[in-house]
């Protein structure tokens, strides 16, 4: 029987996304999270926060929730 997905109040994930990367990408991924031990989650993770900290948007501020101002306005 087919659950709902609102009815999963015990996921832990409560704000997810589906991404599409390059069969290369998924393969490298579980490579790298076999050497390192931690699941290809925490490997997208921390690619992510890597990627955001460059663009110095990481750690997040205080507002992190709140969509980012238009700077055109």
């Known amino acids: 029987m087919a659950t709902d997905?609102?009815?999963?109040?015990?996921?832990?994930?409560?704000?997810?996304?589906m991404v599409r990367l390059p069969e290369v990408y998924r393969i490298?991924?579980?490579?790298?999270?076999?050497?390192t031990q931690r699941s290809v989650t925490d490997e997208v993770r921390l690619a992510v926060e890597?990627?955001?900290?460059?663009a110095q948007l990481w750690p997040p501020t205080s507002?992190?929730?709140?969509?980012?101002?238009d700077?055109?306005?």
């Open 63 to 69: 507002n992190a929730e709140s969509p980012p101002s």
């Open 28 to 35: 490298q991924l579980r490579t790298l999270s076999i050497q």
């Open 71 to 73: 700077p055109s306005s």
């Open 5 to 17: 997905r609102s009815e999963r109040t015990h996921d832990r994930h409560l704000s997810t996304f």
């Open 50 to 54: 890597s990627h955001l900290m460059q």
